[in-house]
């Protein structure tokens, strides 16, 4: 994985968590995600379901964590990338909380490029949409 995206959020590590963990609310805050297709399962671990991006992928995801309302994370794979994201949440008021979410992005073959270039660009926009993720939260 790599360095950590950390933000301190002015929201509680139940509601926050309830909304990242809640893959019906992506397209709201993810600014690479049109849609989501195909979902199985309640939203917790072992749910899977398709991203329908802005660039045309469709990766196919699956909850790989799921400790309510401390740690989340998910894994997908797209041709020949792979991708996994935690989230850790840790309450220090009821209402403050400290978000740390990791990522690592590979790729086999032809895909090792790419991704090398997709990890490097993805701190960035990770931190964007889960500033946007943390404000939606907030505001119910």
Known sequence: MTRPVV?????????LFDY????????????????????????????????V?????????????FHRPRAWAERGSWRGLRAELRLVLKAHA???TRLT????IVGTGA?????????????PAI???LRRAVGLAAAG
């Open 7 to 15: 933000l301190d959020a002015a929201v509680g590590a139940e509601l």
């Open 111 to 123: 895909y090792a490029l790419p991704a090398a270039v997709l990890q490097r660009l993805a701190g």
């Open 101 to 104: 979410a990791t990522f690592q």
């Open 20 to 51: 990242l963990a809640d893959v019906t609310r992506r397209p709201e805050w993810q600014a690479s995600l049109r849609a989501i297709t195909e979902l199985r399962g309640d939203g917790g671990l072992g749910t899977s379901w398709r991203d």
């Open 53 to 65: 991006t802005v660039a045309g992928a469709r990766p196919l995801l699956e909850v790989t964590e």
């Open 94 to 96: 009821p209402d403050r």
């Open 127 to 129: 931190r964007a949409d």
